[in-house]
């Protein structure tokens, strides 16, 4: 598969807005479930938003309501327009596909790492107070 490759991070104070893009070029047009996670230091990597094969769309309590996932295919592009960051925010932000080319789960409780079998290298996100 061609790999996935984030970028867009970078530092900003809270309440800013930051966007991650994620080149998915080799999951355009398919229904592969796509998705963002994170980790932080010293803590578990953290689903928060998913795309379905459908285009359903789902987010973490975490983020609801202040991150926002796309895929524009004709980019080949998944993005995260994340608004209102706060300092707990900051970690390591990965793009992800499902192991599975038919994936139509948007649940959150199919969000979790072991569902997802490519990762882009991330991209670090540090938010100051």
């Known amino acids: 598969q061609v790999p996935l490759v984030e970028s867009g991070g970078g530092s900003v104070q809270s309440g800013g807005s930051l966007r991650l893009s994620c080149t998915i070029s080799a999951y355009t047009y398919s229904t592969y479930c796509l998705a963002w996670f994170r980790q932080a230091p010293g803590k578990e990597r953290e689903g928060i938003a998913i795309?379905?094969?459908?285009?359903?769309?789902n987010y973490a309590d975490s983020v609801k309501g202040r991150f926002t996932i796309s895929q524009d295919n004709a980019k080949a592009a998944l993005d995260l327009q994340m608004n209102n960051l706060k300092p707990e925010d900051t970690a390591m932000y990965y793009c992800?596909?499902?192991?599975?080319?038919?994936?139509?789960?948007?649940?959150?409780?199919?969000?979790?790492?072991?569902?997802?079998?490519?990762w882009g290298q991330g991209t670090q996100v540090t938010v100051s107070s």
């Open positions: 795309i379905s094969g459908m285009g359903n769309k």
């Open positions: 992800a596909a499902s192991g599975y080319s038919a994936c139509y789960s948007s649940s959150i409780s199919y969000l979790r790492p072991q569902n997802f079998a490519y």
